[in-house]
């Protein structure tokens, strides 16, 4: 059995930062890709960033530049670190792992941006 647990979200003033992490636990063998997902009321879950395992990283064209994704695999843990936030980065964010052959998503945490 493996579980993803995500923290980090919050309320943050619009050109704030937040970290955000996920970490796996339970029975796994190698980690693939990593990534982070977001979804804001009334819209579709949309990727936002990734890492394959040779550390490979791309982006949502929304948030070049502001976010940076990173994972740590000695702790099975992958990190999305978040600047100049906008107001239109609300959202629940959840992780995302393909391990073995699955995929496994965390419980997700939220983010607001507001003044």
């Known amino acids: 059995q493996v579980q993803l647990v995500e923290s980090g979200g919050g309320l943050v003033q619009p050109g704030g930062s937040l970290r955000l992490s996920c970490a796996a636990s339970g029975s796994i063998s190698s980690i693939n890709v990593m990534g982070w997902y977001r979804q804001a009321p009334g819209r579709r879950r949309e990727l936002v960033a990734a890492i394959t395992g040779s550390s490979s990283t791309s982006f949502d064209d929304s948030v070049k530049g502001r976010f940076t994704i990173s994972r740590d695999n000695a702790k099975n843990t992958v990190y999305l670190e978040m600047n100049s936030l906008k107001p239109e980065d609300t959202a629940v964010y959840y992780c995302?792992?393909?391990?073995?052959?699955?995929?496994?998503w965390g419980q997700g945490t939220q983010v607001t941006v507001s003044s």
């Open positions: 995302k792992m393909a391990i073995g052959s699955y995929a496994y």
